[in-house]
Each structure stands twice: as structure tokens, then as C-alpha cells.
């Protein structure tokens, strides 16, 4: 089973940097990393007059874009699909899922806090609360990391899933 | 094993067009329909700037970016998969997969032929080739249509490889 982290906290705290350090670090370890985003208000992806465009538009439940480099894919749900779904039905071949725009999920948490947009942090009574990211001062029972510690968080989430593989 | 046919042509000779027909007809009588596109120089998808770009830009072998609505994938490849392996690997769920831009490949074939752009038809001598698009004269052993038959070809679609499920 493929681990997934989630990375939690409101908008402009700073949840896409974070993410975008973790995954350069975990992957210059020599992981291979998958991101999971969730858009509760549905996304745009392709661009308009290309020919994967034209066969969604016309109705196409779901399209493959193929090349020797990478391969998209672009299909209707009928659901939004759970996390676990998600991973058994489109991830493989990589150690480590990490997530970003689901709130409320079973997963590993790191939450990213800035006491000026948050309030008080989401999940300091989650227990699956692994490591809070923050400028400010914060209780909480978890690790506390600043915001460019990225390899200390890197650290974490190795030794917490990555080194029994 | 979902049923595939192949659209092939020479540039500019109208596939998209008659793919995008042939999707709204059979979506129209109720089936699923996938679609396969190849592009041997590659694509790019996703818009400069948002999360799911910058996930890949950092290195994620995978991202999937997931909405009540619809869900979209953009991975890695070690190689340009076969057709069968990305309907393997990525399709499901769907009645028929119409393909395009494969030249050589083992599936049923229709042919869209213009004289001016394409010399001789590619598939004269197929023994896949199940049908030919075009306004010019030709000498060929499958049925012939014109482009705007898209009920037409639909129909022989429907026949071979939609009827008897």
C-alpha cells in the first residue's frame, strides 16, 4: 500500500510551496513521488482547439493523451472519488502519495499554519496530526517545523515511511 | 476486452472531425466512448502556474488532480506504451475506444482519405481496414463514405463491435 501524507491548512498559508519542497527533496532522495489535488469546484485542464479538447467536448467520458514521455488522461466521474479510490484506481509505481485540498481525510497530517489566516490550527486534536509547519507560536504535541526546513520535514516523513520499504 | 478502432489519415485530411462525429453519434445511442491520442513529439496540458503544474515542474512522477466532476492524470513514462497497455492501464468503464494518431497498429481501421493531401490510401492492403472516408474516387474492398455519414458509419461501428455485447 502506497503511504499518503496530507498536507493541510487555509488558503495562503503556504500548502503549494511546501509541497513543492517536499516533493524536489523526497525525489532527489531517489523516491518517486505522486501528488494527489482535489478542486471541490472542478478544474480546467487542456487547452482549448487541441484535438483532446474537441473529443471531451464532444462527448468522450474519457480521453488518453499518449507520448513516448508522458501520458494525461482526462475522465467524467460520476463521484467524487475517496483518496483510497483515487490511488487503487490511477496511482502505481511510486513510494509516496502526497495530498493537498482535503480537509478532513484518515490520513497522516502536516498542517501549515499562519496564526494571521488560521485561527487556531485545524488539527491539533487529530491524532493523525504528524507535524505542524508555522512561523508562530503554536502548542501543539507534534514536531514543529519552520517553513524552509525542508529537509528536516523530509527527514520525518523518510523515517516515517519511506525507510521500512 | 473493451473494442478499438483506429481512425488514420494523413494530416489535414479531417480525422478529428470525424472522430468528434463518431463520438457524439455513439454517445448518442447510449454507449461510452473513450478516446486514445498519440502525439509523437509529445503535449504539454495543464496551464502554466497552477498547483498541478507546479507538482510536476518539482518532479512528481504523477499527478492526479481530482473534482466531483472529473478526474485528470498527468504521469511520467519510461516509454511510448502499445495501445493495449494504456487501455490496460488507464481505461475502464467505457463501451469503445477510438484511437488516433497510431499509423501502425493491429485494429480496425477507417481510413479518411483525401488524393490531394494523401497520394494513395495508407490502408489499401490493411486487412484491417474496415471502411474508408472520402470524396475522391477510389478503388477499395470495404465500404466507402462520405464524411458527413457520420449515422452511417456509426452504424457499422455499432454492427461490428457494439451489437453484441
Redesign the interface.
Do not use: C, W
Given at each position: 500500500m502506497i503511504p499518503i501524507v496530507s498536507i493541510i491548512g487555509k488558503s495562503n498559508t503556504g500548502k503549494?510551496t511546501l509541497?513543492?519542497?517536499l516533493?524536489?527533496e523526497i525525489?532527489?532522495r531517489g523516491y518517486?513521488?505522486?501528488?494527489?489535488?482535489?478542486?471541490?469546484?472542478?478544474?480546467?485542464?487542456?487547452?482549448e482547439g487541441?484535438?483532446?479538447w474537441?473529443?471531451r467536448?464532444?462527448?468522450?467520458?474519457?480521453?488518453?493523451?499518449?507520448?513516448?514521455?508522458?501520458?494525461?488522461?482526462?475522465?467524467?466521474?460520476k463521484?467524487?472519488?475517496a483518496i483510497a479510490e483515487?490511488r487503487d484506481r490511477?496511482?502505481s509505481?511510486?513510494d509516496i502519495i502526497?495530498i493537498?485540498g482535503y480537509k478532513k481525510n484518515p490520513y497522516p497530517k502536516i498542517e501549515v499554519y499562519r496564526k494571521e489566516i488560521s485561527g487556531q490550527p485545524l488539527a491539533t486534536s487529530d491524532d493523525n496530526l504528524i507535524a505542524i509547519v508555522t512561523e508562530d507560536p503554536v502548542t501543539v504535541d507534534v514536531p514543529r517545523f519552520h517553513k524552509e526546513d525542508i529537509v528536516e520535514i523530509t527527514d520525518l516523513i523518510v523515517d516515517l515511511f519511506l525507510d521500512q520499504q
Open positions: 503549494t509541497i513543492e519542497g516533493i524536489r525525489t532527489h518517486r513521488v505522486a501528488t494527489i489535488k482535489h478542486n471541490r469546484h472542478g478544474f480546467e485542464i487542456d487547452h487541441k484535438d483532446s474537441k473529443h467536448r464532444a462527448g468522450a467520458h474519457l480521453t488518453v493523451i499518449a507520448s513516448p514521455e508522458q501520458v494525461a488522461l482526462i475522465e467524467d466521474t463521484k467524487d472519488y483515487l490511477y496511482i509505481e511510486v502526497l493537498e
